[in-house]
Nanobody, 124 residues
Framework: VQLQASGGGLVQAGTSRRVSCAVS????????MAWFRQSTGKEREFLAY????????TYADSVKGRFTISRDNAINTMYLQMNTLKPEDTAVYYC??????????????????WGQGTQVTVSS
């Protein structure tokens, strides 16, 4: 399976951006998925999680109320809508598919497939 993240770029603080994750294959609707990000010199950070049906979502406190995760199983795509962006949101944003359920959804070790990431840079 391949994951292709896109939609990153240079944006101004206070504005919005939507990043997308296209997933190959015919099993997209069976995957629970998440978004993480990683900024320079920091560990990969959990942002949001969505179940395979799109009916259950979980967010990190750092983005709750500003970011919204969603998916469209008809076109094998997951999204992260980011509003009121801040300079500290600058990072590479990664989409991922959950593979392991013995560890919490907010831990990166719960995931087994990763996209290449898309860079989001927020200028002040």
């Amino acid at each position: 399976v391949q994951l292709q993240a896109s939609g990153g770029g240079l944006v101004q603080a206070g504005t919005s951006r939507r990043v997308s994750c296209a997933v190959s294959g015919q099993y997209f609707s069976t995957y629970d998925m998440a978004w993480f990000r990683q900024s320079t010199g920091k560990e990969r950070e959990f942002l949001a999680y969505i179940n395979r049906f799109g009916t259950n979502t979980t967010y990190a406190d750092s983005v709750k109320g500003r970011f919204t995760i969603s998916r469209d199983n008809a076109i094998n795509t997951m999204y992260l809508q980011m509003n009121t962006l801040k300079p500290e949101d600058t990072a590479v944003y990664y989409c991922t598919i959950r593979r392991f359920y013995s560890t919490p959804a907010y831990q990166s070790r719960s995931y087994g497939y990763w996209g290449q990431g898309t860079q989001v840079t927020v200028s002040s």
